[in-house]
């Protein structure tokens, strides 16, 4: 009797896995299999789960720009598409690097000072990050635009990498202070005996131990840069990957396999970090929501 | 050389000074100097051409409140966020209490949970309007392909559903990082506590009432709180999906800030549609911040 009640509830917590698992790849395996199609297999009804001529032509067209047999699949402009799309990957890596690699310097020290000395400036800036985490970003765009337009800097790297720090500088003091919280206050302070400076303590000492806070908020800022789509919508045309990809519809006719390669190159890069880096992003997600 | 009002040694009192300027700079041009910036522009009219800013008080504001689609698109954000947020954080807690069972492939599901946080929010709306296309869409094969529609349905032209439709793909996301949140709170639940329940004679639901609920209360209530804001602020997946469309049956609040500012060149309106959105944010925020302190504090 109870054995098979058991064998009843392991029946059930599988199906509901296979749920889990649905609804979890559905509605990305489509995007998928299209970027392996050719434009006259997308719309085969019933659909084609796996593609009876695949193909890499999608991809060679967003990557290289190049495509054989243009009347069978006809992936309109998309030379203009190759070109655009290499030259925004680009700029979304350097821009995602340079953001991360400034707001991890400027938001470690304050995370530190934040994190160790209850001075009434540091609460203040503590208190100003929190209201700006449950402020929308989008809500305050339009200064950056009026003040990127009279510096000229609209359509420019720069234009993303000053007004990114809007989310990603709040982002990386939270999480690095709750990780020097966790760091015991007595290392260092033996450091300090000895006679070394707050700084180099900070540098010899704590920063080591917290690494994996470092690595785990790194990964994070970069990943939060590499989607932005709001602010490179508004003030660039089109230079990161995301915006590039509404630029498939501004097309005669949205190449639905074309533009589904392109967004495969987007998300690739960070769903294989997110994977490898699981476990970092599990403690920072956790470190940061749970952690007020 | 010793303490001051802070308790700390004067060098280190310098030190905290040096360490924290430059980020109060940043915080000071990027984040309040913005902030004042836009309630400045959404009380003021502003030239595009010549860059002449005029001060016209709450003009912005009352022909804001004026527009019918932008009181209609306060209550669509509203009940947008309504969806987002019961949705996601129902999965969330079922898919945490699923994967925190024993079961082969247990490494494997809880890795798939990460993967629609990590898929940037535009493209979530991408993948979600590809799978719901009326024509070439795989929702549409796969209820064709079993039987249960005889043909397509445009699942995004009927204004009836379009908005829950269109709250799906904030769903999705937000409920594996609801997931994920509340699997790391339940995995630290001491098992003690569950063997002297059973040994009381507690069931499965008793045992969720009593003791894992109450635990994972705090996270549960951060949770609750980003699923409210990333429905408040929701702008990429809309973008993507319906535009705001059909009509404006889906154009929330960041939508239709975006096309005030963006298309018809109204910046005052827009900023002052921007601070509606921050107010709403923020008052939200504040709520369940607050309802979080009296959590912890018990």
């Known amino acids: 009797m109870i054995a098979k009640q058991k064998i009843v509830g392991r029946v059930f917590l599988y199906i509901a896995l296979a749920l889990f698992v649905f609804w979890i790849i559905f509605p990305f395996i489509w995007v998928v299999i299209s970027s392996f199609m050719r434009v006259d297999e997308l719309g085969a009804v019933p659909p084609h789960w796996i593609p009876h001529r695949p193909t890499l032509d999608n991809f060679r067209s967003v990557l290289l720009g190049v495509y054989g047999g243009a009347s069978t699949h006809g992936t309109y402009g998309a030379v203009v598409r190759g070109e655009t799309i290499i030259s925004s990957l680009i700029n979304s890596i350097i821009i995602s690097l340079v953001v991360s690699s400034i707001n991890i310097i400027i938001g470690g020290l304050a995370a530190y000072s934040i994190s160790r000395f209850k001075t009434k400036m540091n609460k203040g800036v503590f208190y100003s990050i929190i209201t700006s985490r449950i402020l929308p970003p989008i809500g305050m765009v339009i200064p950056f635009f009026i003040i990127f337009r009279i510096m000229k800097l609209i359509n420019t790297p720069g234009a993303l990498i000053l007004s990114y720090n809007l989310f990603i500088l709040p982002l990386t003091i939270w999480l690095l202070k709750s990780y020097f919280d966790n760091v015991p206050a007595d290392l260092e302070e033996m450091a300090l005996v000895e006679g070394l400076s707050r700084f180099k303590a900070l540098l010899l000492i704590v920063i080591p131990v917290a690494i994996p806070g470092f690595i785990a908020v790194f990964i994070m800022s970069m990943m939060e840069c590499w989607s932005e789509f709001f602010f490179a919508l508004v003030l660039t045309d089109q230079m990161t990957l995301p915006p590039v990809l509404i630029g498939f519809e501004k097309m005669e006719q949205i190449q639905w396999n074309v533009m589904a390669a392109a967004t495969v190159v987007c998300v690739v890069p960070p769903v294989v970090v997110a994977l490898i880096m699981q476990r970092y992003i599990v403690t920072g997600l956790t470190a940061g929501a749970v952690k007020g | ?298």
């Open chain 2, 1 to 298: 050389m010793i303490s001051n009002k802070y308790g700390i040694l004067k060098s280190d009192y310098r030190a905290s000074i040096y360490f924290i300027l430059p980020a109060v700079i940043a915080i000071g041009l990027f984040l309040v100097y913005p902030f004042l910036y836009t309630l400045f522009l959404s009380l003021s009219k502003y030239n595009l051409m010549t860059g002449k800013l005029s001060f016209i008080g709450l003009q912005n504001y009352v022909s804001i409140f004026k527009s019918k689609v932008v009181t209609k698109s306060i209550v669509i954000t509203i009940l947008f966020a309504f969806y987002v947020l019961s949705l996601s954080t129902v999965f969330g807690v079922l898919f945490a209490l699923l994967l925190n069972r024993d079961f082969i492939g247990r490494g494997f599901a809880r890795a798939l949970l990460i993967v629609p946080w990590a898929i940037p929010w535009v493209v979530i709306g991408i993948m979600w309007r590809w799978m719901l296309n009326a024509q070439f869409g795989s929702l549409n094969g796969l209820l064709y392909q079993l039987g249960i529609i005889k043909e397509y349905y445009p699942f995004l032209a009927n204004e009836k559903i379009v908005l829950f439709v269109a709250a799906l793909p904030a769903v999705w996301r937000q409920a594996s990082f609801s997931a994920i949140l509340v699997l790391a709170s339940i995995q630290t639940i001491p098992q003690a506590l569950y063997e002297s329940a059973k040994i009381d004679g507690a069931n499965i639901f008793r045992q969720f009432i009593s003791i894992t609920l109450p635990w994972m209360m705090p996270t549960l209530i951060v949770v609750l709180m980003f699923n409210t804001l990333y429905g408040f602020m929701q702008f990429d997946t809309i973008f993507m999906l319906t535009k705001g469309g059909p009509g404006n049956a889906t154009e929330l609040i960041a939508i239709s800030m975006y096309r005030r500012a963006f298309e018809s060149l109204k910046l005052g309106e827009g900023a002052a549609i921007g601070y509606v959105l921050s107010l709403l944010c923020l008052f939200f925020g504040l709520l369940f911040t607050r309802l979080l302190r009296k959590v912890e504090s018990v």
